[in-house]
């Protein structure tokens, strides 16, 4: 065990992200070294993100009814989910949830469901985003959009776009059918070309093996994405993947730590699913975690703003915040 701790190291002192068979090695670590592992994650996290930590909050601008068969989504019309539907919200309204947001929130990402969005929808997103009156950066998850839509969107003020690649490429076929891993790789790339910031990341426990969590982690450092944003499922009533269990605990803060070897420079966020950690989720930033999204989500429970900034001040962690970035 001395030689993981010995290469984990390693990775601290040059920034070199571990291997694979390193990487499986963070996942199978045996319980009783799991403190030491948290140790050792927990001072890359602060050696390239610093002690602070970033707070995200999204919005579901348009809800349901989408094409695509991701077998996680209640918001695909081949899910026998109840989710909610509607059309784009208007630019007021977006703007105005926008012009809420505290100012200590690192970002704010304005998710709509679909392959993409049309030029009108685009325009009502770039119209709201010019209505800006708080500062708090903005993102969004829009689908596959073409380069000029990104552009566009960059020119008016937006400054991250979310794609994921969702899982590894070996197991993508498992979850969804109506579109391949490539293209979601392929739009995750044009996003850096066009200079954007990107948030590109997976969701797990969606029946892939540890060895594909590794493949998905070691992609997404080819793809060097900003911010890799970690989903663990939250299996939902009427998806393909309604009765598969939750990933426990440890396993969570196992993959976390692996991610962030692997991804060191990167800003690893946990997203939707981070309610599985119950009583361990103040360890999930020891385990290398630097930011989270925190509220509301699009159709699974998560924790509120208020528990998270108390959660915060506990650990005695800052926030990050556009006066302090």
């Known amino acids: 065990m001395s030689?993981?701790?010995?290469?984990?190291?390693?990775?601290?002192?040059?920034?070199?992200p571990i291997d694979e068979e390193t990487a499986m090695e963070v996942l199978n670590i045996d319980n009783v070294d799991f403190a030491m592992l948290l140790?050792?994650?927990?001072?890359?996290?602060?050696?390239?993100?610093?002690?602070?930590?970033?707070?995200?909050?999204?919005?579901?601008?348009k809800s349901g009814s989408c094409s695509e068969n991701c077998a996680?989504?209640?918001?695909?019309?081949?899910?026998?989910?109840?989710?909610?539907i509607y059309p784009m919200r208007d630019s007021k309204t977006i703007a105005k949830i926008h012009g809420e947001i505290s100012r200590d929130t690192h970002c704010f990402g304005v998710v709509t469901s679909g392959e993409g969005l049309n030029d009108e929808d685009i325009d009502v997103l770039i119209k709201a985003i010019k209505e800006d009156k708080n500062g708090v950066e903005w993102g969004a998850s829009l689908g596959i959009?073409?380069?000029?839509?990104l552009l566009k969107l960059k020119n008016a003020g937006l400054t991250r776009y979310h794609h994921n690649i969702e899982t590894a490429k070996s197991f993508y076929s498992q979850i969804c059918t109506t579109h391949d891993w490539n293209?979601?790789?392929?739009?995750?790339?044009?996003?850096?070309?066009?200079?954007?910031?990107?948030c590109c990341g997976v969701i797990l426990g969606v029946g892939e093996s540890k060895k594909q969590r590794v493949e998905a982690a070691m992609e997404i450092n080819q793809i060097q994405s900003d911010t890799i944003p970690l989903n663990f499922l939250i299996a939902i009533k009427g998806t393909k993947l309604q009765d598969i269990p939750p990933m426990q605990p440890l396993d969570i803060l196992k993959t976390v730590a692996m991610?962030?070897?692997v991804n060191p420079e990167s800003d690893i966020k946990v997203a939707g699913g981070r309610v599985h950690l119950r009583q361990l989720q103040?360890?999930?930033?020891?385990?290398?975690?630097?930011?989270?999204?925190?509220?509301?989500?699009?159709?699974?429970?998560?924790?509120?703003?208020g528990s998270d900034r108390k959660l915060l001040a506990d650990l005695e962690l800052g926030l990050k915040n556009y006066d302090n970035i």
């Open 3 to 16: 030689d993981l701790f010995s290469k984990l190291q390693k990775t601290i002192d040059s920034l070199r």
């Open 39 to 61: 140790g050792y994650a927990n001072k890359l996290r602060v050696k390239t993100q610093g002690d602070n930590i970033s707070i995200c909050a999204i919005m579901n601008a």
């Open 72 to 84: 996680f989504c209640a918001q695909s019309a081949h899910s026998e989910a109840q989710a909610e």
């Open 145 to 149: 959009i073409s380069d000029e839509q």
């Open 183 to 198: 293209l979601r790789a392929d739009m995750a790339k044009r996003v850096k070309k066009v200079g954007l910031n990107l």
């Open 259 to 261: 991610f962030r070897f």
């Open 282 to 305: 103040s360890m999930v930033f020891f385990a290398g975690a630097s930011s989270m999204i925190s509220g509301s989500l699009l159709t699974t429970p998560n924790c509120s703003t």
